[in-house]
């Protein structure tokens, strides 16, 4: 929302320097995003009157103009094809800059001195208006800077409204707040009613709806159409809104300023001279007013003619068939009050935002309806010689009292942590319009309609932090159960141990989003027959629930190779959803664990890149498992669906299958476009934390030299790595400090279905150096142990 600061000043008179205000209103939670000075880039523009315009001598299109600029006269050449004797216009004199940094200079025009240049709303960075030289008041002084003519030197703060604030999203709401901050006085003039005609009483409004209708104010009014005044014009213009006509520029003036949406319907248009506001029929359609034909359900809101013809979307957008247009003679001023969920989800389903359902959808005052009304019919009568009738439409059935809450100054101090008494507190929330009754430490506070999110006690206790001073609050450590403060569970300690094994060997966090498709969780061999789906998804595409972590991941991939990054090593912690458990209504959600590895490894300065492959996945699950320190973890040969065959396995933990490791089947990869192989792992995490663990025992750190031992084996392709490694290390026992499969071979010399596995060792005593002997005392007995346990191994 853009907040001119003249506009402000129209309520409270503010003095301050913008950047102190801009600060006051970041404190206040009105957050300031930008601040804009929109005549800054202007000099030297002054006002002038045009005594003369004769042709130029040398040219058809182009005359001369003889200005007064109240210290002098002067000829400029000027193209404009609207300048007459008379007008008083912008005059940009030798030396003025233009917005874009454009100097003026004295020039030449086909032999003519032009001594400056008369300028366009373009020129002057006001609009798109290049058609003619902008016509200034007739009245403005002669000389004067054209910025104070046009409000140019005014001051707009750009701020970013809170949803929960919805009278910030007018002018008014903004200036009662700083008009509190500030301690100054706080007053919404009040329009002069101007000329009040006949009593009319042939127009008429029903209201079928009243649960999402709860108020409907109509006034009615002559008019004659026309553009709005300069300065109506400036005001809508530095607010972000493009002028129209008077008419409709009046509902968007009164919109912004007070946060009450307006309609103005073409009363000669509208059939029966009547409103009925009622529910849609299933199929219905409207034509809006940007032209778009709306099919409507039996949920969505309509304001109708008398006749039930819809003419608008409640709260929304109006139709085509009342348009306010140059004809228009008689205008019925619509200001009501549409039930918030109901705008926001006809809105939603439409995909039609408008200023008005921005802030019927967030709730506005019920109870400023009829001043809304007022407040337009009197703008009208002044800028477009509205002639009101003497008739005033109300419809209110069900008024809505503003909310009484018991308010305890004890308990203000117990939350903020202040030591504020009873009479500090009332003053503080007394000019948000929060009005306390009682002189007690316990007093009961009104609370306006105009703020629907002070409702609670605990709604008052903030908008007292907020008039305190978030930094005048001093930090204070709450009292709490003895051993909660700052501490993690044990299963939060065990994530984010998880998490830090495998930053730490090379793979980088990421964050997937929970929806997928159904056709994914298929491509990865996911289950798909017991999913969980959303109703209302932001993607058709993606309306399920991941049971798999996998799709997003090689999503993820897939993204990265397409922008040249081949090289990928990621991993993920997040909720994976099943269907409800027996008695449930909601999904039942599990932590799982997932990682993948794409492209090249980065290896040590000692050795060269490589491609990742198999080992290096079950490396990360190992890690994982040694770091929760599992006293039960197998990783056994398997066929898995959406997994190589020959080249994944089931991790267990005690006996039970928690994740799977291995490469993905290339089918999988196409499916994703990923041209390379990538390989990974998938793991329930919420039982590897539930499972059970070794206990922590002292080992000494060895200072004697390893041995190290590189072995390799020929195997049929049935063998896995992974047993032949749980044999090694059997053999080994605590003499074998680790272990790593560095090589996986295939060649014709080999022979068909056959694969070499090399093995690195490294043994370590910790009391010792191994001796020759020992060192090969372990080999024989590593390959006799393997060749033993494993028949297919052929050497």
Known sequence: MRAPLSWIQDFTPLTADPTEIADALNQLGLEVDDI?????????????????????????????????????????????????AGM?????????????????????????????????????????????????????????DVREILGLDDTVFELSITPNRPDAMGITGVARDLAAHFGLPFSIPTAPPGIVGE????????IDAPDQCPRFVARATAVTLGPSPQWLQRRLTLAGMRPISNVVDVTNYILLERCRPLHAFDLGRLAGRGIIVRR??????????????RSLLATDLLVCDALGAPQAIAGIMGGRDSEVDDTTTEVLIESAYFEPSGVAKTSKRLGLRSEASARFERGIDPNGTAEGADAAVALLAQVAGGVAHGTTIDIYPSPVARPRITVRTARVNSILGTDLDAATVRSLIEPLGIMPEGNGDTFTAECPTWRPDVVREIDVIEEVARRHGLNNIRRTVASAPAG????????????????????????????????????????????????????????????????SMRPGLLAAVA?????????VALFEQGT??????????????????????????????????????????????????????????????????????????????DGQTVGAVGEFDRAVCDAFGIASTVVGFEIDLDALISARRLDNRFRSVSVYPPANIDLAFVVEQTVSAADIAATLRRVGGELLE??????????????????????????????????????????????????????AVLR
């Not at 299109?61 to 007459?84: H, M, S, T, W, Y």
């Not at 090589?743 to 001796?771: C, I, M, N, P, Y």
């Open 36 to 84: 804009d000075q929109p005549g800054k880039e202007i000099n030297g523009v002054i006002a002038a009157r045009i005594l003369n315009v004769v042709p130029h001598p040398d040219a058809d299109k182009i005359r001369l103009a003889d200005i007064d600029f109240g210290d002098g006269q002067l000829r400029v050449v000027c193209g404009a094809p609207n300048i007459e």
């Open 88 to 144: 008083v216009v912008p005059f940009a004199q030798v030396g003025a800059v233009l917005p874009g940094d454009f100097r003026i200079t004295k020039r030449k025009i086909r032999g003519v001195v032009s001594e400056g240049m008369l300028c366009s709303s373009k020129e002057l960075g006001l609009g798109d208006d290049h058609s003619g030289i902008l016509c200034l008041p007739d009245h403005a002084e002669l000389g004067r």
């Open 199 to 206: 009593r009319i009483d042939d127009v008429s409004v029903v």
């Open 280 to 293: 849609a029929v299933d199929g219905e359609s409207i034509t809006t007013l940007d032209g778009v034909v």
């Open 484 to 547: 909660t403060v700052g501490r993690l569970t044990a299963q939060q300690r065990d994530r984010r141990k998880a998490a830090d094994v495998l930053v730490g060997a090379g793979l980088s966090e990421a964050i997937t989003l929970p929806l997928v498709s159904n056709n994914d969780l298929e491509r990865v061999g996911a289950a798909v027959d017991a999913v969980v789906r959303v109703s209302n998804p932001l993607r058709a595409e993606e309306s399920v629930l991941r049971t």
């Open 559 to 567: 993204r990265n190779a397409a922008r040249g990054n081949a090289d």
């Open 576 to 653: 994976v959803f099943m269907p409800p458990l027996e008695k449930s209504l909601l999904p039942h959600e599990k932590t799982f664990i997932a990682g993948v590895r794409s492209g090249m490894r980065r290896e040590s300065p000692r050795r060269s890149d490589r491609i990742a492959d198999v080992g290096d996945a079950i490396d990360d699950v190992r890690a994982v498992a040694n770091t929760l320190r599992l006293a039960s973890f197998e990783i056994v040969a398997s066929q898995i669906n959406g997994w190589h065959p020959g080249r994944c396995a089931t991790v267990l933990v």
């Open 738 to 791: 680790s272990i790593r499969l560095f090589d996986s071979f295939r060649s014709e010399q080999l022979g068909a279905d056959k694969v070499s596995l090399a093995f690195a060792l490294r043994f370590r005593a910790v009391d010792r150096t191994l001796t020759e002997a020992e060192i090969a005392e372990l080999h024989a007995a590593c390959i006799a142990s393997v060749q033993e346990s494993h028949p």
